[in-house]
């Protein structure tokens, strides 16, 4: 089983997203679905991995979407430095990953 996991929202603040994908088609949809949806605020969109340490420190979101295969740095050695870094935030992996290992 999974771990389960609370998410703590005040009414009337938003919820803050971080995209990390490296399809700027994916990428700019998710961040248009995400930025109109009510209580919802995309503060940072990275095409790689290796841009987060320094974009995610500027502003800290309540959750990373975050690819798995990407070019250099892929998603879960970028999951590892953020949860080091701050241990607060949620990654959610969203990927489309043709190897179930």
């Not at 800290?60 to 990407?70: N, Q, T, Y």
């Amino acid at each position: 089983m999974g771990k389960t996991v609370s998410f703590e929202f005040n009414p009337g603040s938003m919820i803050q997203v971080a995209l990390c994908e490296d399809n700027e088609f994916f990428r700019e949809s998710l961040k248009q679905f995400i930025g109109d949806t009510p209580g919802y605020s995309v503060i940072a969109s990275l095409s790689s991995a290796d841009e987060i340490s320094e974009k995610i420190i500027a502003a800290v979101p309540d959750v990373i979407l975050m690819d798995i295969d990407m070019p250099g740095m892929n998603g879960i050695e970028a999951t590892s430095i953020v949860k080091s870094l701050f241990p607060q935030v949620h990654v959610l992996i969203l990927t489309v990953y043709e190897d179930d290992d």
